[in-house]
Nanobody, 115 residues
Framework: QVQFVESGGGLVQPGGSLGLSCVVS????????MSWYRQAPWKERELVAA????????KYADAVKGRFTISRDNAKNTVFLQMNSLKPEDTAVYYC????????WGQGTQVTVSS
């Protein structure tokens, strides 16, 4: 059974940074493109970033280009999202998942950007 365990969220001031991690079990991430999504209150879940199995960037949402960086460590079965220059509109629950075929979601990690 595939499990995604996201961590690293928290409360940060506008302009600050956070680094998210997603440890995956039940799935060898080295074989698949992976992604980060987010869901803000009262909004649909949206794709934030995606990375190929080999580490090439597949996509960034326009809203995060130049500020967020997705990466992966296949040996540790872990996907990362480095978030810089955070804005209040980045406030959301962040989730990771496969990019090509979505699997059941993990619990996500809450990111709150507020002064």
């Amino acid at each position: 059974q595939v499990q995604f365990v996201e961590s690293g969220g928290g409360l940060v001031q506008p302009g600050g940074s956070l680094g998210l991690s997603c440890v995956v079990s039940g799935l060898g991430v080295s074989n698949y493109p992976m992604s980060w999504y987010r869901q803000a209150p009262w909004k649909e879940r949206e794709l934030v970033a995606a990375i190929s199995s080999g580490g090439s960037i597949l996509k960034y949402a326009d809203a995060v280009k130049g500020r967020f960086t997705i990466s992966r460590d296949n040996a540790k079965n872990t996907v990362f999202l480095q978030m810089n220059s955070l804005k209040p509109e980045d406030t959301a629950v962040y989730y990771c998942n496969r990019y090509d075929v979505l699997r059941p979601w993990g619990q996500g990690t809450q990111v709150t950007v507020s002064s």
